[in-house]
């Protein structure tokens, strides 16, 4: 495994949004290119513990294959018979299968059906955080749209599986032609007796892999879905009522403990959450994990399986607009929410089809242990990340483009 050397430790530690602007200043007044210099001494270098060069050998290794399109209608329920029938078997050596390369031909009614309702979604919350100023300039439009903003909080919503069998979902697994693939020899009944936590990697700006997976994971490994998100999500008007059909869960341990405690059941969020956000590289693919430790202690305590998966593409489906010298990245974190302006399509907040990947390793096993040691947690962690790595590995050798691609994880 190969870290890369320590970065020199930052003097200006805690204050990131100030000195952030404080670098913008100085980047915009030539006066003083003088803060500039004196900034980069202070903050040192990014840390950047480099790329996991120690790739195992995946290309004589058998995978399969399943087109998640072939999945629409079936009951939200372990379909192993009709996954085994449909998946194509194959090895990462040889590339993926023809037949499951690149975009597949899409009605155009149903394309603008996902443009509109994915788009919406991106809307919304700069919507809400500008109805001060909506009510301020059109006072009766402001008040009626505030008043249909409440009731759509105030309104009753539940679990609604059959939400993620829909046509909807279906629709939006066809907008990405989205491809599943996992080793030829996993047996998900061998798991069943635990619960779960699966994390799909990166975040990119829109979380489009752990979107799709938890439309999926059901059918495919038998595990009920019960992935987390910001508990803001849950309160914002009109967008709150979709993560609660699927079944998602505010990101609150004692909520996430409750799932675990089942078998068969799971959940799972974004481990890089909002930093992920800010990571994109065009010549890399980037796993900001930091310093997080969480989920690995939840899984110990529950003695939980660990999936971990790569989203092969999901930095092209959006892409972001914020400041490159950390102002908004530090306030987002502060503040936990982004701060960003994306665009994809038509450079409108709307993703960009592009076909999607989503590539799966072995599930990674712990002992229950309920006071777990640092030492438990980090090797859990280590285990994690080389799963990680491991799946990113074989959609290097099946997505095409990604030949020369790396990963960068960056733990600091």
Not at 15 to 28: D, E, F, I, K, M
Not at 130 to 139: A, G, K, N, R
Not at 364 to 371: F, G, H, I, Y
């Amino acid at each position: 495994r190969f870290r890369g050397p320590p970065p020199p430790p930052p003097l200006c530690s805690g204050c990131t949004p100030l000195v952030g602007a404080l670098r913008l200043v100085a980047a915009a007044s030539p006066g003083f290119s003088w803060l500039w210099l004196v900034l980069r001494s202070c903050q040192g270098a990014a840390p950047d513990r480099g790329a996991r060069m120690a790739p195992r050998d995946w290309g004589s290794k058998k995978l399969r294959a399943l087109d998640l399109r072939l999945l629409r209608g079936l009951a939200p329920e372990w379909q192993e018979e009709f996954c085994d029938e449909h998946s194509v078997e194959f090895m990462a050596k040889d590339g993926l299968p023809a037949q499951l390369q690149g975009l597949k031909p899409m009605h155009p009614f149903k394309e603008a059906v996902v443009v509109a309702i994915l788009g919406f979604m991106f809307i919304v919350p700069p919507l809400v955080m500008s109805m001060p100023i909506v009510l301020y300039c059109f006072p009766v439009f402001g008040s009626a749209l505030a008043g249909v903003m409440l009731i759509s909080v105030l309104w009753p919503s539940r679990y609604w599986p059959t939400c993620q069998t829909g046509f909807l979902a279906s629709w939006i697994l066809e907008y990405f032609s989205v491809v599943f693939v996992y080793p030829a020899g996993f047996n998900a009944e061998d798991y069943h007796d635990k619960s779960g936590l699966l994390y799909t990697i990166p975040h990119a700006v829109m979380p489009v892999g752990s979107l799709l997976c938890h439309l999926v994971i059901e059918r495919i490994f038998g595990f009920k879905a019960h992935g987390y998100a910001a508990s803001i999500l849950f309160k914002m008007p009109f967008v709150r009522h979709f993560p609660i059909w699927m079944g998602s869960i505010p990101a609150e341990k004692k909520i996430i403990r409750k799932v675990l405690q089942k078998p068969r059941e799971g959940s799972g969020g974004f481990l890089d959450g909002i930093a992920g956000m800010f990571e994109a590289r065009e010549d890399a693919e980037v796993f900001y994990i930091g310093k997080r430790t969480g989920a690995f202690r939840l899984a110990l305590e529950h003695g939980s399986i660990m999936l971990a998966g790569f989203c092969c593409g999901a930095q092209e489906v959006m892409s972001a607009w914020y400041d490159g010298y950390g102002v908004l990245k530090g306030v987002s974190r502060t503040l936990r929410m982004s701060l960003l302006w994306p665009y994809g399509r038509w450079f409108l907040p709307i993703p960009r089809r592009v076909a999607l990947i989503l590539v799966y390793a072995p599930p990674v096993e712990c002992e229950q242990a309920d006071a777990p040691t640092e030492e438990q947690v980090f090797d859990l962690r280590d285990r994690f990340l080389d799963a990680v790595q491991e799946s990113f590995d074989v959609g290097k050798q099946i997505y095409p483009g990604w030949e020369k691609r790396r990963l960068i994880i960056k733990t600091d």
